[in-house]
């Protein structure tokens, strides 16, 4: 393990999986930069990385916007350190059946998961380039193998593993990898919210979508943070281009 102190950017880390990555990067021994669309959301997670001991900074940014980008890294750079890890896992769901999608519900998904993803990538890789040492984790789904009600982001996720195979390609030879997670049940806020929308009590549908996993439990954050914890570290660097399904059992 080096002794370089890393940076790190964790987009969508006010609540659920991003917080829980965050902390963990944290635990690892790594600067944590917890953005957010509103920087005062991610003052739970930040106290958390401090209680435990690590440094963290709250950061406000729409990672759809190109400007409120770059003053973002341009923040993070001069307050924490040089940006070396990025974590893309700012998301938003607008579900709805294909006949009743509205043009802005598939352009806001596409927004924050593509063009929020692309972006960041591009605002931090002059980092990791000069560094020779970069590590891109990009949040994907197992609805990107097409998931009724989700055609957004379903795409939205399948182009996430797109996108970070030819991050792979492009950055290897500069010390930078780039992989994808990709989820299945976790439960989160944005889960809670989906149960709640097809008028189900959040805990019976837990348990329903459990019954359908091999490991026989739903997924929690910190599975997630696990798996972004090992493909930002030191001893993954010949892992890339790679999705990973953290989803309790196989998926085509």
Known sequence: MSSTVRTAIVTGAARGIGAAVAKRLAADGMQVAVL????????????????????????????????????????????????????????????????????????????????????MSRATQKYMVDNKFGRIVNLSSTSAQGNRGQVNYSAAKAGMQGFTKTLAVELGKFGVTANAIAPGFIATEMTAATAERVGVPFEDYKAAAAQQIPVARVGEPDDIAHTASFLASEGAGFV???VIYVAGGPKD
């Open 36 to 119: 957010d669309l509103d920087a005062a959301s991610c003052a739970d997670t930040v106290s958390a990385i401090e209680a435990a001991g690590g440094k963290a900074l709250a950061v406000g940014a729409n990672v759809a916007d190109e400007a409120s980008v770059a003053a973002a890294v341009e923040k993070v750079a001069e307050e924490l350190g040089e940006p070396t890890v990025l974590i893309n896992n700012a998301g938003i769901t607008r579900d709805n059946l294909l006949f009743k999608m509205t043009v802005e519900d598939w352009d806001a998904v596409m927004s924050v998961h593509l063009r929020g993803a692309f972006l």
């Open 240 to 242: 890339s281009g790679q």
